[in-house]
């Protein structure tokens, strides 16, 4: 996959089957659309085109909104590539792309630029200044400038029933079956392994401290996870604290994997975690024993969850 910091930085050397949107999360709602331009590329003897946005338009139309998002550009654009994308535009939103009408989007980017064969795009797509546009000016503009409009219907999408907000509403509740149904895959966290106050490995259950670059990055609901990781080519179990570490009078919410049958070094390396369950909400323990006696139950519960995995 060709990836591209701009739209001006595009230069189109086939036509192209281009679709436009967020895909926050790449989950399988999206991938309904995603396949339906590469087949369609390949039928036409064109190139997949897909044209996102950083930082998320809503962020910065909507004066002091921090929306969270599913997954970090590095984590999106990995997700595109994987299903087979031909190019990935990311192109930075900023106001002034904002008050680009409809019809110049239309004739100095897609016609122009992205020399656009076809656009797939959701039954509710809205463009240009203020959204004033919609699927029926599209079409118009189709016939105008020589493009075919294909779109995804709503009966199509509510087959599917899947929406980035729900998948962000199943993680602030802590329901990550649900999320890995909506998504098709496992949520993962990835951050560098840093180093913190050491207090698991005082009482047999050493972490990993896990510091998360990007502050857009949607963290779920606080409490004990199950979880998984594949370090140096092995993939190895654990078990994740997120939390306040009440016990230990913590303030600050942090991001702690105890691995299973594992003894190496991770400080300062990137590593991703995916998350297979929740199994409980973080407590505030009378003693430093009766935490260690219900990490030890957490880790018997992990394991045999583990277990049946296979």
């Not at 009408?101 to 110049?104: I, R």
């Not at 009078?249 to 105890?258: A, K, R, V």
């Given at each position: 996959?060709k990836i591209?910091?701009?739209?001006?930085?595009?230069?189109?050397?086939k036509?192209?089957?281009v679709?436009?949107?967020?895909?926050?999360g790449?989950h399988?709602g999206?991938k309904?659309?995603?396949?339906?331009i590469?087949?369609?590329?390949?039928?036409?003897?064109?190139e997949?085109?897909?044209?996102?946005?950083?930082?998320?338009?809503?962020?910065?139309?909507?004066?002091g909104?921090?929306?969270?998002?599913?997954n970090?550009?590095?984590?999106?654009?990995?997700?595109?590539?994987?299903?087979?994308?031909?190019?990935?535009?990311?192109?930075?939103?900023?106001?002034e792309?904002?008050?680009l009408?409809?019809?110049?989007f239309?004739?100095?980017?897609l016609?122009?630029?992205?020399?656009?064969?076809?656009?797939?795009?959701g039954?509710?797509?809205?463009?240009?200044?203020?959204?004033?546009?919609?699927?029926?000016?599209?079409?118009?503009f189709?016939?105008?400038?020589?493009?075919?409009?294909?779109?995804?219907?709503a009966?199509?999408?509510?087959?599917?029933?899947i929406?980035?907000?729900?998948?962000?509403?199943?993680l602030?509740e802590g329901?990550?079956?649900?999320?890995?149904?909506?998504?098709?895959?496992?949520?993962?966290?990835t951050?560098?392994v840093?180093?913190?106050?050491?207090?698991?490995?005082t009482i047999?259950?050493?972490?990993?401290?896990i510091?998360?670059?990007?502050?857009?990055?949607?963290?779920?609901?606080?409490?004990?996870?199950?979880?998984?990781?594949?370090?140096?080519?092995?993939?190895?179990?654990?078990?994740?604290?997120?939390?306040?570490?009440p016990?230990v009078?913590?303030?600050?919410?942090?991001?702690?994997?105890?691995f299973?049958?594992?003894?190496?070094?991770?400080?300062?390396q990137?590593i991703t975690?995916?998350?297979?369950?929740?199994?409980?909400?973080e407590?505030?323990?009378?003693s430093?024993?009766?935490l260690?006696?219900?990490?030890?139950?957490d880790k018997?519960?992990?394991?045999?969850?583990?277990?049946?995995?296979?």
């Open positions: 996959m591209f910091q701009s739209i001006k930085s595009f230069k189109a050397v036509p192209t089957i679709t436009i949107g967020t895909f926050d790449v399988l999206h309904k659309i995603l396949d339906q590469i087949s369609s590329a390949q039928n036409l003897n064109c997949s085109l897909v044209l996102t946005f950083f930082p998320h338009p809503r962020i910065v139309l909507q004066e909104s921090e929306m969270k998002q599913l970090t550009l590095e984590e999106k654009t990995k997700l595109l590539a994987d299903l087979g994308i031909d190019n990935l535009i990311i192109h930075p939103f900023d106001k792309f904002s008050r009408t409809a019809e110049e239309v004739k100095e980017v016609v122009d630029i992205f020399k656009v064969k076809k656009i797939i795009i039954h509710d797509h809205r463009f240009g200044r203020n959204r004033t546009a919609d699927i029926d000016d599209l079409i118009n189709g016939e105008t400038y020589g493009f075919e409009v294909e779109q995804i219907s009966q199509e999408i509510n087959e599917v029933s929406s980035s907000t729900k998948i962000r509403n199943a602030l329901d990550i079956e649900l999320v890995t149904a909506y998504l098709g895959y496992n949520y993962t966290l951050g560098v840093s180093e913190g106050k050491q207090l698991g490995r047999g259950f050493p972490t990993a401290n510091k998360i670059a990007e502050s857009y990055k949607l963290i779920p609901q606080n409490g004990v996870y199950i979880a998984k990781s594949s370090i140096n080519g092995k993939v190895v179990y654990g078990m994740m604290n997120i939390g306040t570490r016990t009078d913590g303030t600050t919410q942090t991001i702690e994997i105890n299973f049958d594992f003894n190496q070094d991770l400080y300062h990137k975690v995916s998350l297979l369950k929740r199994i409980r909400s407590q505030k323990f009378d430093i024993d009766a260690k006696n219900q990490l030890s139950l018997i519960t992990s394991q045999d969850y583990i277990r049946h995995l296979a």
